[in-house]
């Protein structure tokens, strides 16, 4: 998912006095129904007239250093002439920022007052007219709203594909039409603008949820690269955030080749399918009947559109179950998948050509580890409920581990949100939720071999929310439990 960014608002310059000059969009308060009609308006600006073409050039790059040209988006400051039989000729003028008037010598600078000198150019009146097409999102919704909604406009909004994701908050609800249309046509590479009607996860244990459709077609069938990866799926039936990208990139990084790795809460896999790719094992699991199918799976029946191009199906093992109960599941599959011989073949990179005649090499066997290396916990708004599951994940099995091999405990890296309070406040409250579950307090840090938790800032969510990743090593105590 991407974010609009702000787009240009308009043109800001300073008159002879110092203060601020903007060409602003007609004044359209409270339209709830775009009339992109009313959004034509006409502007005395002045003109530089230069006589002879071949100084155009000079001209502009003159004017340019001192800011007197007109700037603005879609708008070519260079036009013809406005008189008709000037512009017959091949005349051309430049126009120049509001602050110079045609009539005011003091408003010229230098380069003007030279060239006028010079007889080379004259300054003239020139009538710009601006259509809808020439104002951005933000200037047309400046003149729509309310004056006590000024400064508010609602931007960043969330994009998935073609598809734009609103979340408006209440004030601007009877506006949404308008939002969505402008949307569209200020940003035409997207199709369909929706609206969040409820809260992620309120409604759906998929963490779905309840949208209306304000412009395009119901239609949410999207395609989204992620970390050289290619999600096909319907954003109405399954989870994504594009907003998450950095976190997924993040933790892939501390993935390595040959590893095992366990994604709890896979969604369709923006940690497993890039994780695969760099020939990491992974087990990834979601209650999500739909975004089961959307993963990667290594029977063939089940094969979806990303299995092509993402080439990670030897990697990337999907599964539809609890989360919960999958912790202990995990951990038996791929000890036996180990003991089975399981593994994947790699073929090395090769050309073949006339410079590198040799044949391929054969391809390399990597076997699967008997052991996870990590556990990914992407549901923050519940995983520190499922930490108690760890206990007792590799009871009976402390041979497969340190100091009896160089193997080490997995590091769990569970989501979690956490009141935007304090940095110490936040982390000491994490703290608590892991020894609540695990019955072990864990010191906050970075050395994961000294039974530190390191917690890590993600992103905000909300002005009051903040979301988490708390990374930490099984406690041995914990992992060779008992099982309940």
Not at 46 to 67: C, F, G, M, V
Not at 177 to 189: E, F, G, Q
Not at 271 to 282: D, E, I, Q, S
Request: glycine share 6%.
């Amino acid at each position: 998912m991407k974010i609009i960014a702000n787009v240009k608002f308009g043109v800001n310059v300073n008159d002879a006095n110092g203060a601020m000059i903007q060409l602003r969009a007609p004044l359209a308060r409270a339209m709830t129904t775009l009339d992109r009609s009313l959004f034509s308006k006409t502007f005395q600006l002045a003109a530089a007239s230069i006589k002879d073409n071949r100084n155009i050039s000079k001209y502009r790059t003159q004017l340019i250093k001192e800011k007197r040209v007109f700037d603005r988006i879609n708008v070519d400051p260079l036009r013809a002439h406005p008189d008709e039989s000037a512009a017959g000729k091949g005349r051309k003028c430049l126009l120049l920022t509001p602050d110079v008037k045609f009539d005011s010598t003091s408003t010229w600078g230098p380069t003007l007052e030279e060239g006028t000198k010079a007889d080379e150019l004259e300054i003239i009146p020139y009538d710009l007219t601006l259509g809808y097409d020439k104002w951005t999102y933000h200037e047309i919704m400046e003149s729509i709203l309310p004056e006590e909604l000024q400064g508010e406009v609602p931007s960043g909004f969330n994009t998935v594909g073609d598809v734009v994701h609103l979340n408006l908050r209440d004030q601007f609800l009877p506006y949404k039409k308008v939002i969505a249309d402008l949307i569209i046509d200020k940003s035409p590479r997207f199709r369909t603008v929706i609206n969040k009607i409820d809260n992620v996860g309120t409604e759906s244990a998929y963490r779905t949820f309840s949208y209306e459709v304000l412009a395009g077609p119901d239609d949410l069938n999207v395609e989204v690269k992620e970390n050289d990866c290619i999600f096909k799926f319907d954003y109405a039936k399954v989870y994504w955030n594009s907003k998450l990208e950095p976190e997924h990139t993040r933790l892939v990084r501390k993935f390595q080749p040959g590893e095992v790795v366990c994604d709890l809460m896979a969604g369709i896999g923006p940690f497993a399918v890039p994780a695969g790719r760099k020939g990491v094992f992974v087990y990834a699991n979601d209650m999500n009947p739909e975004s089961y199918k959307r993963q990667i799976s290594e029977i063939p029946l089940q094969q979806t559109a990303n299995t092509e191009p993402n080439q990670v199906d030897q990697f990337v093992r999907p599964f539809n179950e609890d989360g919960l109960t999958f912790i202990h599941k995990a951990a038996d599959l791929v000890r036996e998948a180990s003991e089975a011989g399981s593994h994947a073949l790699v073929r090395p990179r090769h050309k073949f050509s006339r410079s590198n005649p040799t044949p391929a090499p054969e391809p390399v066997r990597v076997p699967v580890p008997p052991t996870i290396s990590h556990f990914v916990m992407n549901l923050p708004g519940s995983a520190t409920t499922f930490l108690h599951r760890f206990r007792g994940v590799y009871a009976g099995r402390e041979a497969l581990f340190a100091p009896h091999t160089a193997t080490k405990l997995p590091v769990v890296h569970v989501h979690c949100f956490a009141q935007k309070a304090s940095d110490e406040g936040a982390r000491s409250d994490i703290v608590e939720r892991i020894y609540e579950q695990i019955g072990v307090r864990l010191p906050v840090g970075e050395n994961l071999d000294a039974g530190e938790v390191d917690i890590y800032d993600v992103r905000d969510v909300a002005p009051n929310k903040r979301m988490f990743c708390a990374s930490f090593r099984v406690p041995p105590e914990v992992a060779f439990a008992p099982r309940g």
